[in-house]
């Protein structure tokens, strides 16, 4: 299985020198979930355990066992996620607040970066956190 992956990770960083034809980079986990990393500025590195993802919008270290499938595409998720499920997991909950949260602490943590623009400008920032905080409260965006 690591062996598949690494070869799908020479393949992917070979495409990377192509990548301006395609505007996504996405990633399928193991638990079904899936991360989208738009390819502007995209660099991907990797080691033996974790692929690296780096791009103008953020940075990313994801643990080689948890991929399931990484491919480029043209759509940007946005038939796929739900505003708000920061966290992929198919509600919106207290729980995507952390994960905002934690996004914006350390800037490493896996979050969906189409569902986490709360308030639809384009961007992720901590006017998302409050827009989440508001929705879990009014239940309307
Ligand atoms: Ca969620
Ligand atoms: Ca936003």
Known sequence: MKK??????????????????????KFTK???STVTYSVEGLKLTYDNSNVYVTNAET???IALAE????Y????GGSSSFIRGDVNNDGTVSISDVAALIDYMIDNT????LDAADCNADQNVSIADVSALIDYLLNHSW
């Open 30 to 32: 193991t638990n079904g």
């Open 109 to 112: 943590t896996i979050i969906n």
């Open 4 to 25: 598949t992956i690494i070869t799908m990770l020479i393949a992917l960083v070979a495409m990377v020198a192509n990548a301006e034809t395609y505007n996504y980079l």
């Open 59 to 61: 940075s990313a270290t």
């Open 67 to 70: 991929v399931q499938d990484m």
């Open 72 to 75: 480029f595409s043209n759509e």
